[in-house]
């Protein structure tokens, strides 16, 4: 049976308001008419599984994941304009409701699971390493997402864990995977583990439910099909497990304040999380949603100084 782990860390709102000023002010500083891109080159290095494979970089960092592709004959049946393509305006009174808990479900294939799983194996060491003191590999794919007791895992194991922090400049393997949301379908869309200490003391004490990076259009060179997917006008997005937080509330509450206030801050919402690696959909727990700075805080929250 399922016990739900009300996994939260409070995050530093006051930093990330700070942060998102700075970049307002230096896209300010260089003239809101002057435009600037960054290309990441792709590593050459590749893993090698049963069936092809292509690798794909982050567009925030230059570190390389791999992902099998071997879906690529599909049609866009659930495309629409004002779902899917980047011609359409960020929708934030459908994606950031205040008045409900919405659904997202997850699609992955087993094989990518377990290639996800075993990445944090490889970073962070055994799951549940610092409740149970045993030694082994990934937990099985199906896995439930909760640890013990309510809340997860007990703290004093979680202060273990962040007294041993592992720091690594590498980002965990992004994967192709489907999201569906009120009756639509989003294709081959980048998902992958998010988080530093907090990912680390998740895993470490033996919880499943980790907070996820999605990008819409990571995987358009391998799917052409999903060129500039965009998910009502956004194209990447938080998906924070709340680690710590029994109230679940703190992420929220937190960016409320600092909008009421008049400060830049990121939209954020609940939803519920279903997971489906080849079991059917598996109910991982509640998580906050999260506008993402460099997607389209800078554009929506400063465009008016130029």
Known sequence: MFNLSSTGHSPDMFRKSLLIMALGSALLASGCNSSSSTTISTADTTTTDTADT??????????????VVSDADFEATDWTDATHSKSADPNF???????????????????????????????????????TGTTGGAPAGGAAPGGGGVGGAAPVAAQAAAQTLITSDEDQVMVPAEVFYNGKEW?????RFKGNSTLQGSWQSGILKLSFKMDFDEFEDD??????????????????????DNSQLREKVASEVFKNAGVPVSHTAFYTLYLDH?????????????????????DTQFSRFC
């Open 54 to 67: 292509t690798t794909s970089t982050d567009t925030t960092d230059t570190t390389t994941s791999t992902a």
């Open 93 to 131: 009174d459908e994606v950031f409701n205040d008045t409900q808990v919405k659904r997202l479900d997850f699609v992955v294939t087993a094989e990518r699971w377990q290639s996800m799983l075993d990445n944090m194996t490889t970073t962070y060491g055994t799951f549940g390493a610092s409740t």
């Open 187 to 191: 294709y081959r869309v980048g998902i």
């Open 223 to 244: 799917y052409p099909q999903i060129d500039n997917q965009r998910f009502y006008g956004f194209k990447k997005f938080s998906l924070k497990n709340n680690y710590l």
């Open 278 to 298: 080849g079991n059917g959909p598996e109910y991982f727990g509640l998580y906050t949603l999260v506008e993402e700075i460099d997607d389209t805080v800078i």
